[in-house]
C-alpha cells in the first residue's frame, strides 16, 4: 500500500470538474481521494510542495510512435513511456505501424506486457485497420479489442480504398472502436516533401498541397455519415479540413480531431530558415502561417478535440540524409507542454483549454478512463512549472531519438513530477536549467 | 620629394634614348615590343612609347599585362586582388620585349611578369625598364634601364603618380612607415 | 566576396555587387582562353573534386577544364544515386573525399539541399553544380555573363524564361541573379509547369508565349522532359511544342531584332526550340558554353584562394 499524498498549493486545472483554483489534491490507496480547498494533512502524510504549479490530471496522448517490436533501435515501449511520462503524459496511444504491424493479439500483448514491466505510462495500443495495413483485407478488429486495442489505424499510410475505409467503419461499430485516421491523398502528395507553396517553390523541393489532405477529410467525413461509424482525424493540419469539421459538427455528425504542437507552432517557413534540416520534415508537413493560424482558432473553439503529440523516433541513419530522403517525423513527448504553453501566452489559446485538450479531450474522443481528477479514479496526475525555462538538450531527453526541431532551444513550461495511479513515476530535479 | 615632374620628363626622354641605342647597336629596333605590367606600368609605358616612336621613327606594338593570375602570394593574400585585362595582341615570338614598371622594388612582380610573357610564346630577350628602383630584392631580378634610384626602407610605401591617372603634376613621393 | 561566403550554393545568397565581382573577373579569366597557352599558375596545388550523384557530361567537363586551366588538380567521382539503401550516405561519402584534402568540392546532386548539407559536414568549400530543383549558381552566371556580354548591362532589361519552372533549377538561379542585376524576369509555360508562390521571387508569370516575349532582350529556353510518370504536366511534347515552343516564323515575327535566344543544354531539337533557331544568328547558346568555363574558373578562383585564408588561421 503505498504513502498517501497531500498535493498542495498549486493551482489546480480539471475541466472535466470545471475546477480552476488553488486546491488541495489528496492521492489515496492509488486514487483520487479528494479535492478541495484548506483540507488537514495528516502526519503520516507525505506532503507535495505545489505551490508556484499547476496540477492537472496527467496528460492523454492519442497518437505516438513507440517502434517496438522490430525498431527498438530508435524507441521502444519503455524508453518512449520514460519520455511520456518526463512531458507529463500518463497514459499514451501506441500505434501500430511497427514491424511487425499490430493486427493482431500477439503484437497487442507485447505492447502490453512491455509496458506493464515498464511501470511508467499507461499505454493503449492501437490495432491496424487493415492487415499488414496494406489497405487490402479488414484485420480481426473482434480479436483486437479483445486482446486490449483501443481504437484502429493503418497510420503512417492512408487507408486508400474507398471502399474498404466504408467497411472498417462499418465492421469496426461492432466493437465500439474509433478510427484514427492519416489523411492525404497519395497521388496528389507525389514526390512531394514540404508543403506546397512559395516556400516549396523558393528551396526547389517537392511540394504537398493541402488539398491532398483536404480531399481525404472530406471523404471520410462523407463514409462517417453514411456508415454511422466513429471517426477520428488524426493530426489535423490544413484549414480546409478544420473547416470541414466545423461544418460536419454542425451538422450534427460526430466525428472528433486531433492536432499537433508543432503544426500550431511552427510553419512551413521553418524547413527553409534552418537550411533544410530534417528536424522539420514530418507528415504532414508544416504548412502555412494561414493552415497554423485555423488550427489554432479550430482548437480554441473546440472544433479540434485534443492535441496529440504523433512522437514519431528516428535515429541518425534516417535523419542525418539530403531532406528528399530523410524519414518523416519528430520526437514530441517531452516538448509539448511548454511548446503549447507558448501559445497560451501568445493569447491564442486559453490555460483552461490547453489542459482540456491533453485530458479530456483526447479521453473522451477515444472513450478511455483518465483525463479528470474525479474522485475516486486512479490518481494519473502532472504537477507542472509553467515558468521553468531549461534548454533542450538531446543527451538529457529521455527519448532514445532526439530528432526535435526545438533541439538546442530554450523552452519555458516543464513537468516537474507525475503519478500514475498514485505512484511517482517521474521527478524532475528542483532546479531547472 | 624625390622626383618631380622635370626630374621624370628627363629620365623617361633619357631611357627613350638607352633603349634605342641599346636596340640600334643589336640591331633589333624594327623588333620593339613595350609590353606594360598593370596599373603602374601603363601609363609609364605609353610615354615611353612615344619617347622610343621619336628616336627611332617608328611607333613599336604596345601591350599590357595583368599579373594577378601568376602572383606566387595568393596563399597569403587570399582576397581576390582586383584584376584587369591582359590584352597582348601582337606575337612574342622573337621580338625584344621591353618589360615596363613604375617602382622595381622585390621582384615578385617581374617574376610573375616572366611566367606570363613566356605563355605568350618565345621572346628574343626580354629588357626591364623601370622609372624607379628603390632596392629590397627578394629575387635576382635586375632592370636593364633605370630611371632614379632611391633608398627606402621595408615598410616604406613608394609611389609614382602621373597626371594621366589623375594626379595634379608628376611626382614620386616616399611615405615613410608610421606617417 | 571571399570573407562572406564560404561556399557557393545558390544566387538567392548573393548580393548584387557579388555577382558583378564574379562576371568582372570572368572577363579577364575568358581572355585567359583565348591564348595559345590557356594555363594560369594561379591555383597550382589546389585540388577540386567533382562530386556527380546526377550523370552530367557537359557541366562537369566545365569544371575541369575550368580547375585544369587554373593549374589546380582536378579529379572526378561519378556516383550513382545517393539512397540509404543502396550503401554509403551523402555525408559518408562526402567525409571520404574530404580526407583526399580537396580545396573545393563541386557537388551536384538530385536532392535540393544536398550541397548544404554537405557544407555543413566538410571543411573544404563547396560549390553547387545543381541541386535537385533547387538552384544551379554557375549555370545562372554564365547565363548572367552572356546576356551582359551581348546585351549590355541587365538593368531594366526584360528576360523570358520558357519552360518547365517547377522542375528547373536553372530557372531559379537565372531569376534570383538577374533580378538581382536589375532585369524584369517573366516566366512563360503551361500553369501546370510554373510552381505557385513564384510571383514572390520576383517574376510576372504568363501562359502566352508571344505576350511573353514581346519587346523581350533575351529569351531562356528550358528543356522539356518527355515524360514524367505519375504526375503528366502536359499531354505530351506536340502541342507543347505547338504552343511553347520557338521556330524560325515565331522568332522571326515576335522577337525584337537584339534579341537573344539561350538555352542551358541540352536542347530536345523541335520540342523547345527548332534546329534553325538554335543554330540560328539569335542564338548564343555556345557562347554561355565558352562563358561557362570562363565563369567557373572565376568561381573556383574565388573560393579556392579564400580557402587558403581559412587554413591559414
Same mark, same amino acid.
Given at each position: 500500500m503505498s504513502q498517501t499524498l497531500f498535493i498542495e498549493g498549486g493551482r489546480v486545472i480539471d475541466p472535466a470538474n470545471g475546477v480552476d483554483g488553488v486546491r488541495t489534491v489528496v492521492v489515496r490507496d492509488g486514487v483520487v481521494a479528494e479535492v478541495a480547498e484548506r483540507l488537514e494533512r495528516p502526519r503520516d502524510a507525505r506532503a507535495i510542495d505545489a505551490r508556484g504549479r499547476w496540477v492537472t490530471p496527467g496528460f492523454v496522448d492519442l497518437h505516438v510512435h513507440l517502434r517496438e517490436p522490430g525498431q527498438e533501435y530508435k524507441e521502444t515501449v519503455e524508453t518512449g513511456a520514460r519520455a511520456a511520462v518526463a512531458g507529463g503524459f500518463t497514459a499514451v496511444c501506441a500505434m501500430p505501424n511497427t514491424r511487425p504491424v499490430n493486427d493482431n493479439a500477439s503484437v497487442t500483448e507485447l505492447v502490453l506486457a512491455r509496458a506493464a514491466a515498464a511501470g511508467l505510462a499507461r499505454v493503449y495500443p492501437v490495432g491496424a485497420i487493415s492487415k499488414g495495413s496494406e489497405g487490402q483485407e479488414l484485420a480481426e478488429y473482434g480479436e483486437l479489442r479483445a486482446a486490449g486495442c483501443v481504437a484502429l489505424s493503418d497510420d503512417g499510410r492512408p487507408v486508400a480504398s474507398s471502399a474498404l475505409m466504408r467497411r472498417a467503419l462499418e465492421y469496426a461499430r461492432a466493437f465500439g472502436l474509433p478510427l484514427t485516421v492519416h489523411e492525404e491523398d497519395l497521388a496528389l502528395v507525389g514526390k512531394g516533401v514540404m508543403h506546397e507553396g512559395p516556400t516549396s517553390t523558393r528551396l526547389g523541393l517537392g511540394g504537398i498541397p493541402a488539398a491532398a489532405e483536404d480531399v481525404m477529410v472530406l471523404r471520410d467525413l462523407a463514409l462517417a455519415e453514411l456508415t454511422g461509424g466513429r471517426l477520428h482525424l488524426a493530426h489535423l493540419s490544413t484549414r480546409g479540413a478544420v473547416r470541414a469539421v466545423r461544418e460536419a459538427r454542425a451538422r450534427g455528425l460526430r466525428v472528433t480531431a486531433e492536432v499537433t504542437p508543432h503544426h500550431l507552432a511552427l510553419t512551413d517557413e521553418a524547413v527553409a530558415a534552418s537550411g533544410y534540416s530534417t528536424d522539420f520534415k514530418m507528415n504532414p508537413p508544416l504548412r502555412s502561417a494561414e493552415d497554423a493560424a485555423a488550427c489554432l482558432a479550430g482548437l480554441a473553439d473546440g472544433t479540434l478535440d485534443a492535441i496529440a503529440t504523433d512522437h514519431a523516433p528516428h535515429s541518425p541513419v534516417e535523419k542525418d540524409v539530403e531532406f528528399d530522403a530523410a524519414a518523416n517525423g519528430i520526437v514530441g513527448l517531452e516538448t509539448a507542454f511548454p511548446v503549447c504553453l507558448e501559445l497560451v501566452r501568445r493569447g491564442a489559446l486559453t490555460e483552461r483549454r490547453l489542459v482540456e485538450a491533453l485530458t479530456c479531450g483526447p479521453a473522451r474522443a477515444f472513450g478511455l478512463p483518465g483525463g479528470t481528477l474525479s474522485r475516486g479514479v486512479p490518481a494519473d496526475v502532472a504537477v507542472l512549472d509553467p515558468g521553468a525555462a531549461w534548454t533542450v538538450d538531446p543527451e538529457r531527453l529521455r527519448s532514445r531519438s532526439k530528432n526535435s526541431p526545438w533541439k538546442g532551444k530554450r523552452l519555458v513550461g516543464r513537468c516537474t513530477i507525475t503519478l500514475v495511479g498514485g505512484r511517482i513515476v517521474h521527478e524532475e530535479a528542483a532546479a531547472a536549467t | 620629394m624625390p622626383l618631380n615632374a622635370a626630374d621624370i620628363d628627363q629620365a623617361v626622354r633619357r631611357l627613350g634614348g638607352e633603349i634605342?641605342?641599346?636596340?640600334?647597336?643589336?640591331?633589333?629596333?624594327?623588333?620593339?615590343?613595350?609590353?606594360?605590367?598593370?596599373?603602374?606600368?601603363?601609363?609609364?609605358?605609353?610615354?615611353?612609347?612615344?619617347?622610343?616612336?621619336?628616336?627611332?621613327?617608328?611607333?613599336?606594338?604596345?601591350?599590357?599585362?595583368?599579373?594577378?593570375?601568376?602572383?606566387?602570394?595568393?596563399?597569403?593574400?587570399?582576397?581576390?586582388?582586383?584584376?584587369?585585362?591582359?590584352?597582348?595582341?601582337?606575337?612574342?615570338?622573337?621580338?625584344?620585349?621591353?618589360?615596363?614598371?613604375?617602382?622595381?622594388?622585390?621582384?615578385?612582380t617581374v617574376r610573375a611578369a616572366l611566367d606570363e610573357i613566356v605563355d605568350f610564346g618565345r621572346p628574343r630577350r626580354v629588357w626591364l625598364a623601370v622609372l624607379v628602383d628603390r632596392g629590397g630584392r627578394e629575387l635576382p631580378v635586375a632592370a636593364d634601364f633605370v630611371g632614379a634610384r632611391l633608398e627606402a626602407a621595408e615598410g616604406d610605401d613608394v609611389q609614382v603618380r602621373l597626371v594621366e591617372s589623375g594626379a595634379a603634376e608628376d611626382s614620386v613621393v616616399v611615405r615613410r612607415r608610421g606617417t | 566576396?571571399?570573407?562572406?561566403?564560404?561556399?557557393? =550554393?545558390?544566387?538567392?545568397?548573393?548580393? $548584387? !555587387?557579388? #555577382?558583378?565581382?564574379?562576371?568582372?573577373?570572368? +572577363?579577364?579569366?575568358?581572355?585567359?582562353?583565348?591564348?595559345?597557352?590557356?594555363?594560369?599558375?594561379?591555383?597550382?596545388?589546389?585540388?577540386?573534386?567533382?562530386?556527380?550523384?546526377?550523370?552530367?557530361?557537359?557541366?562537369?567537363?566545365?569544371?575541369?577544364?575550368?580547375?585544369?586551366?587554373?593549374?589546380?588538380?582536378?579529379?572526378?567521382?561519378?556516383?550513382?544515386?545517393?539512397?540509404?539503401?543502396?550503401?554509403?550516405?551523402?555525408?559518408?561519402?562526402?567525409?571520404?573525399?574530404?580526407?583526399?584534402?580537396?580545396?573545393?568540392?563541386?557537388?551536384?546532386?538530385?536532392?535540393?539541399?544536398?550541397?548544404?548539407?554537405?557544407?555543413?559536414?566538410?571543411?573544404?568549400?563547396?560549390?553547387?553544380?545543381?541541386?535537385?530543383?533547387?538552384?544551379?549558381?554557375?549555370?545562372? =552566371?554564365?547565363?548572367?555573363?552572356?546576356? $551582359? !556580354?551581348? #546585351?549590355?548591362?541587365?538593368?531594366?532589361?526584360? +528576360?523570358?524564361?520558357?519552360?518547365?519552372?517547377?522542375?528547373?533549377?536553372?530557372?531559379?538561379?537565372?531569376?534570383?541573379?538577374?533580378?538581382?542585376?536589375?532585369?524584369?524576369v517573366r516566366l512563360c509555360g503551361p500553369p501546370t509547369m510554373i510552381p505557385p508562390g513564384v510571383e514572390a521571387l520576383g517574376a510576372t508569370v504568363h501562359h502566352d508565349l508571344r505576350e511573353a516575349v514581346r519587346g523581350a532582350h533575351a529569351v531562356i529556353m528550358l528543356r522539356i522532359q518527355h515524360e514524367r510518370i505519375g504526375d503528366p504536366l502536359i499531354p505530351g511534347t506536340r502541342e507543347y511544342s505547338k504552343l511553347w515552343g520557338l521556330n524560325a516564323r515565331k522568332a522571326e515575327e515576335w522577337l525584337d531584332e537584339g534579341c537573344v535566344i539561350l538555352h542551358p543544354g541540352p536542347i530536345n531539337r523541335g520540342v523547345e526550340l527548332a534546329p534553325e533557331v538554335a543554330d540560328g544568328p539569335r542564338s548564343v547558346i555556345l557562347d554561355q558554353v565558352e562563358n561557362g568555363v570562363a565563369v567557373r574558373m572565376a568561381i573556383l578562383y574565388l573560393l579556392a584562394g579564400g580557402n587558403a585564408e581559412e587554413t591559414r588561421a
Open positions: - | 634605342a641605342d641599346r636596340a640600334r647597336a643589336a640591331g633589333v629596333q624594327r623588333d620593339l615590343a613595350i609590353v606594360a605590367i598593370r596599373r603602374g606600368g601603363v601609363h609609364l609605358g605609353q610615354r615611353l612609347r612615344r619617347a622610343l616612336t621619336q628616336a627611332l621613327g617608328a611607333e613599336p606594338p604596345f601591350g599590357t599585362l595583368d599579373i594577378a593570375l601568376y602572383r606566387d602570394d595568393l596563399a597569403e593574400k587570399g582576397a581576390a586582388p582586383v584584376i584587369g585585362p591582359t590584352d597582348v595582341r601582337f606575337p612574342v615570338d622573337g621580338k625584344t620585349l621591353v618589360l615596363v614598371d613604375d617602382v622595381l622594388y622585390t621582384g615578385r | 566576396m571571399i570573407g562572406r561566403h564560404k561556399h557557393l =550554393l545558390g544566387l538567392a545568397d548573393l548580393s $548584387r !555587387e557579388e #555577382i558583378l565581382e564574379v562576371l568582372d573577373l570572368a +572577363v579577364s579569366m575568358k581572355e585567359v582562353l583565348r591564348r595559345p597557352i590557356k594555363k594560369v599558375p594561379s591555383l597550382r596545388g589546389r585540388s577540386v573534386v567533382n562530386l556527380f550523384f546526377e550523370s552530367s557530361t557537359r557541366t562537369r567537363s566545365s569544371f575541369e577544364i575550368a580547375a585544369k586551366v587554373l593549374s589546380a588538380d582536378a579529379l572526378n567521382w561519378t556516383a550513382s544515386a545517393s539512397s540509404v539503401t543502396k550503401g554509403e550516405t551523402l555525408i559518408d561519402t562526402a567525409r571520404n573525399l574530404e580526407a583526399m584534402r580537396p580545396d573545393v568540392l563541386v557537388i551536384r546532386h538530385s536532392a535540393g539541399g544536398a550541397p548544404r548539407l554537405v557544407a555543413d559536414h566538410v571543411s573544404c568549400a563547396v560549390v553547387s553544380a545543381g541541386d535537385g530543383a533547387h538552384e544551379h549558381p554557375s549555370q545562372g =552566371l554564365l547565363d548572367c555573363f552572356t546576356l $551582359r !556580354e551581348k #546585351i549590355g548591362t541587365l538593368e531594366g532589361k526584360i +528576360v523570358t524564361i520558357v519552360g518547365d519552372v517547377t522542375h528547373s533549377r536553372v530557372a531559379r538561379s537565372d531569376l534570383n541573379g538577374m533580378t538581382r542585376l536589375g532585369a524584369t
